[in-house]
């Protein structure tokens, strides 16, 4: 029994796991199975986890405005080093979901390691629609909807298990603010790996183990599925499923210095041209070194209820 889970499933290794049918997840869990994702280091504990994520602006900054006694659902946890952050003294509700099994087992090793209770692993694809409705206080799916073949759809099934009011952030890869890794891409591919090694600015400053290095590089670099979005795109996201524009960064309007104070704050949508120099100015910025991911988040607002 599970009480957001609204079709059959089973128990395994206490991962409630579903079969892996579709083709193109297929390929994607093949691909991070090899080299799951992100992955720990072998001396990760609770204590590493929390300044990795305390580190991470966005995720403590999320994490804060949960509060207490809330149910957060990560979509496309991977390994869950995220959702195990989520969890560390707090008594929210975490469920991870994600189809690559590989991941999951890490994910509940170090959960069952570390004695956190707090947290569970649904080993599902998005498409398979498995989550109730109207259930989760708090949505958070980075860096996955751009690795499956319908990210829009995929949004749409996601956003229906948060609740009203519930807050959902999404990060995607930006159509113009990626062109920076997608050059390298290209160039890497005529001179091999080492390229990224010395011309990859953010490669070049991660402190982490060769095995999460060689996962980062596959990500970003081979990914057998991967698509480019914009903030209008997803605004029109947004707007056919409740779901009311709260902040994004790049933010959407020029006035709005990125202030990570008020990131739940809600801010203007801007015009069509204040978004799109916004988003090429990720070209020029840390974000498009980084890969060009932006974030966007909104807050679910079912205005006529007896919809
Ligand atoms: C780049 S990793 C991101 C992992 C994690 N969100 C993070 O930021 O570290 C992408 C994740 O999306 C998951 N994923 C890909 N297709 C999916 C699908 N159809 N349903 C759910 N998760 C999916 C993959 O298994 C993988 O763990």
Redesign the pocket.
């Known amino acids: 029994m599970s009480e957001y889970i609204k079709k059959p499933f089973k128990k395994e290794n206490g991962i409630f796991s579903f079969t892996i049918t ?1 083709l193109e ?1 297929k390929k ?2 093949e691909f ?1 199975k090899v080299t799951p ?2 992955n720990y280091k072998d001396d990760d504990n609770k204590q590493t986890i929390l300044e990795k994520g305390n580190r991470n602006i966005l995720a403590q900054k999320f994490k804060n405005f949960i509060g207490y006694k809330k149910k957060v659902l ?6 869950g ?2 959702s195990i952050y989520f969890s560390l003294g707090t008594n929210n509700k975490i469920v991870g ?4 099994i590989e ?1 999951l087992k890490l994910a509940k090793n170090f959960a069952i390691k570390n004695e956190i209770n707090n947290i569970e692993l649904v080993n ?4 398979d629609d498995v989550l109730i409705e109207d259930y989760f206080d708090f949505v958070w ?4 909807l751009h ?3 319908n990210p829009y759809k ?1 949004f749409e099934i996601l956003s229906k298990s948060l609740k009203n009011n519930g807050y959902i952030l999404i ?1 995607l890869y930006n159509k113009i603010g990626r062109l920076r890794t997608i050059f390298r891409k290209y160039l890497s591919k005529l001179f091999g790996v080492k390229f990224l090694e010395i011309f990859d600015p953010t490669l070049k400053n991660l402190k982490i183990s060769n095995e999460e290095r060689k996962s980062w590089i596959k ?1 970003q670099y081979f990914h057998p599925i991967e698509s480019l979005h914009t903030l209008d795109e997803v605004l029109r996201w947004f707007d056919k499923n409740d779901i009311k524009y709260i902040n994004s960064i790049p933010s959407c309007d020029f006035e709005i210095s990125q202030n990570y104070d008020n990131l739940f704050e809600e801010n203007p949508r801007g015009s069509f041209y204040s978004r799109l120099i916004n988003q090429i100015f990720m070209i020029f910025n840390r974000l498009g070194s980084d890969g060009g991911l932006f974030i966007v988040i909104g807050k679910k607002n079912i205005k006529n209820t007896s919809k």
Request: aromatic share 8%; proline share 6%.
């Open positions: 579709d997840t994607v869990t991070y994702f992100p990560e979509v496309g946890c991977g390994t080093q995220l979901l994600d189809p690559t991941s599902a694809d998005i498409f799916c980075n860096g996955v690795h499956t073949k995929a990060g990500d």
